[in-house]
């Protein structure tokens, strides 16, 4: 069975400083995809990241950089000089690779509080 | 290019009453999922639908949860009766085929 689990509830940090959002995952498929999306106040579930499990290279955009390590299945997130903008609940995920249209498994998310 | 759009925002209903909710997906986007947030958790897939097919409902309630997908473009969501612990959000997105969903802002449901 396929499980995300998310075990940082709630994280706060002051304004400018880097946080990590950790990730871990379970699953039996050798091909799948992992997520990570961002849901600000507004309610709305914001794409930031997909990744294919053959490609293990560290990605950056801007602010944000994932590490995926699959010896270890973790797919974690860092914001690098956060900003109060960044103030969201973000959601690990992961889906099978087997068809286009795949259901997608949630963590539980984790709450990210940046202080100014 | 617009998103997915759903309606209502907001919802409050007493138990045992009946409520719909309604999504647009964005233009061309063949699948169409249906998620339960409950407050604190991720979202739960309730139902997916490929154009006005359903792909999978497994965990979708059956005795009092319906959904439909006609034309294969718009969907309504339909809770009858109401029970309090359907108190959540749920979300609607959709999907070109590149196994990334786009999400609407979600119906947030309050059951009294």
């Known amino acids: 069975a396929q499980k995300v689990t998310q075990a940082q509830t709630e994280i706060s940090v002051v304004e400018k400083e880097d946080v990590t959002l950790d990730c871990v995952y379970e699953t039996r498929d050798t091909t799948y995809y992992l997520f990570w999306y961002k849901q600000p106040p507004s309610g709305e579930l914001v794409f930031l990241i997909r990744r294919n499990s053959f490609d293990e290279q560290n990605e950056i955009s801007g602010r944000y950089s994932w590490n995926f390590q699959k010896s270890t299945s973790s797919f974690n997130f860092t914001i690098t000089a956060s900003q109060v903008v960044d103030s969201a609940v973000y959601f690990c995920?992961?889906?099978?690779?087997?068809?286009?249209?795949?259901?997608?498994?949630f963590g539980s998310g984790t709450r990210l509080s940046i202080r100014p | 290019e617009a998103g997915v759009a759903q309606s209502p925002r907001y919802k409050i209903i007493e138990k045992r009453q009946s409520v719909a909710f309604w999504c647009n997906p964005i233009?061309?986007?063949?699948?169409l999922y249906w998620y339960q947030q409950i407050l604190g958790q991720g979202p739960k897939l309730l139902i997916q639908?490929?154009?006005?097919?359903?792909?999978?409902d497994s965990q979708l309630p059956k005795d009092r949860f319906s959904a439909e997908r006609l034309k294969g473009v718009d969907s309504t969501l339909k809770i009858q009766p109401a029970k309090l612990e359907d108190s959540a959000v749920y979300l609607c997105a959709s999907s070109l085929g590149e196994n990334i969903q786009y999400f609407g802002a979600g119906t947030r449901l309050s059951v009294l």
């Open positions: 639908f490929q154009n006005n097919g359903v792909v999978d």
């Open positions: 233009s061309g986007h063949a699948t």
């Open positions: 995920a992961l889906s099978e690779a087997r068809s286009s249209a795949s259901k997608i498994i």
